[in-house]
């Protein structure tokens, strides 16, 4: 951190504050503590019939690979709006969300993912800018080896081994590498 946001001043010390146990950029002009916290990516399987709907990404990272719809909940809205408006930015496709899926944590770039599994209203969906492709998937014809992220393999995985066994059930996981 080069300046303080709040009044401006240069270079902010990092270092633990009085009470705290964890090293925080701090003003030494007014004192505020900057914390920086991880990022919520918000994100929905949206499922019509036997079928899930992927997304191939048209944005870096990951350009070309297939994705549970995702990104980064905005400021202002809960995270099942997020998910809803990531379904609709990279889908064109509304959901009604049935509930939360999975918590994916990955600490190494501080990012949490919630998804949740969602009804595809009325079957319809499109392609949005941040996709070159949807599709409708059955089990048997996810491209597994072209999936973008494991928050997605993990969401995947768990939405099909639930509907094997006819349970439905929030999942916790994460990648630590």
């Known amino acids: 951190m080069k300046f303080c946001s709040n009044c401006g001043t240069k270079e902010p010390v990092f270092k633990i504050p009085k009470g705290d146990n964890r090293p925080r950029f701090i003003c030494h002009n007014c004192d505020t503590i900057h914390y920086t916290n991880p990022n919520i990516i918000t994100g929905c399987l949206p499922i019509w019939e036997d079928k899930v709907l992927l997304c191939k990404r048209s944005i870096e990272p990951r350009l070309g690979y297939w994705n ?35 918590l994916f944590s990955i600490p190494r770039i501080n990012q949490v993912y919630v998804h949740f599994l969602g009804n595809l ?57």
Request: charged share 30%; aromatic share 10%; glycine share 12%.
């Open 121 to 177: 209203i009325d079957g319809q969906y499109g392609v949005g800018e941040e996709s070159l492709e949807t599709e409708l998937f059955m089990e048997e014809e996810i491209p597994w080896e072209g999936i973008a992220f494991h928050s997605s393999i993990f969401t995947l995985k768990r939405f099909f081994d639930d509907r094997k066994n006819g349970t439905r059930k929030v999942h916790i996981g994460g990648y630590l590498q």
């Open 68 to 102: 549970v719809p995702s990104g980064f909940m905005e400021n202002g809205e809960t995270v099942e709006d997020g998910a809803k408006r990531e379904v609709w930015e990279e889908a064109e496709a509304k959901v009604e969300i049935i509930g939360t899926h999975a």
